[in-house]
């Protein structure tokens, strides 16, 4: 039996900067891999089962992890997912199941192919979780550039029952934004996320908990991705939980930044 952990990420900012003739869009993100995580559970087997403790979520071939085992050839494990971060949060729980799975699996049966094409295949945010840390992405979100680490400010995640559905959230998009490059991510004044507009006019309470961060200490708050988990940075662990202990009533999560030493 083998336990790893598959955890959530961030976009610290997020410019979708033009449609691509395959469908998709091209992005210039930030991405932060943070401390909330599921844990997956590789068990022997002789057959492929996929198991989850969250009833809601589909564990036959629409899972990532059923995807990313059969993109392996494996047949021959049963995997358990325990859920922790919220889906259609923006924060990438099925592709950082994705990754761990493609990661876990290579290593149990020594598989030797790389693994970069399958993720990108499996999802858009897939490839950065075989990242980790800090990294700067254009292209789908899979041309990586690992950044330093951000600072390890405290997190407060905010997460509506609100869920955002990526596809739509890209059709709902009315303007596209250039890219700055890499540099310019050194100020936080350039993070930005194109898709609070969309988001906010539709679900105008996102925008106002956004604000209510900032008015309870936060030193940066956005959306995180396609949403609708809005996310606060906080100067300090205290100051955190006393935003988070007056916040209404929605489900909070804490988190922390994780450095690339969580690199695999
Ligand atoms: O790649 P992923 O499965 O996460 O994407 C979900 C949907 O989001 C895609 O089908 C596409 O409509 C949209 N998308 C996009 N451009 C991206 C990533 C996602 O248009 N870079």
Redesign the pocket.
């Known amino acids: 039996m083998i336990q790893v952990p598959s955890h959530a990420k961030i976009n610290w900012s997020l410019r979708v900067t033009g449609k691509r003739p395959d469908?998709?869009?091209?992005?210039e993100t930030v991405f932060q891999l943070i401390s909330l995580h599921d844990t997956l559970t590789f068990r022997e087997s002789d057959r492929l089962v996929v198991t989850c403790d969250d009833r809601t979520i589909p564990t036959d071939e629409r899972n990532l992890v059923v995807k990313a085992a059969r993109a392996l050839g494996i047949e021959r494990v049963a995997i358990h997912i325990e859920k922790r971060i919220p889906s259609g949060g923006g924060l990438g729980g099925g592709?950082s199941n994705a990754a761990a799975t493609l990661t876990t699996l290579s290593k149990i049966f020594g598989l030797q192919q790389p693994l970069e094409a399958i993720a990108l295949e499996l999802?858009?945010?897939v490839p950065f979780f075989l990242v980790g840390g800090t990294a700067y992405a254009t292209g789908?979100?899979e041309v990586i550039t690992p950044m330093a680490d951000a600072p390890k400010v405290p997190l407060l995640l905010v997460l509506p029952r609100q869920r955002v559905s990526?596809?739509e959230a890209?059709r709902s998009l009315r303007r596209f934004s250039p890219p700055l490059g890499m540099d310019a991510y050194g100020d936080r004044a350039n993070f930005t996320n194109d898709f609070e507009e969309p988001v906010f006019a539709r679900f105008p309470q996102l925008r106002a908990w956004k604000e209510k961060l900032y008015q309870l200490g936060a030193t940066w708050a956005a959306m995180s991705g396609s949403g609708s988990t809005i996310v606060g940075a906080f100067p300090d662990v205290s100051s955190r939980d006393a935003a988070r202990s007056v916040f209404p009533d929605v489900r909070t999560e804490t988190a922390a930044v994780l450095g690339g030493a969580t690199r695999a």
């Open positions: 469908g998709f869009h091209d992005l592709s999802g858009s945010d789908r979100g990526t596809a890209f």
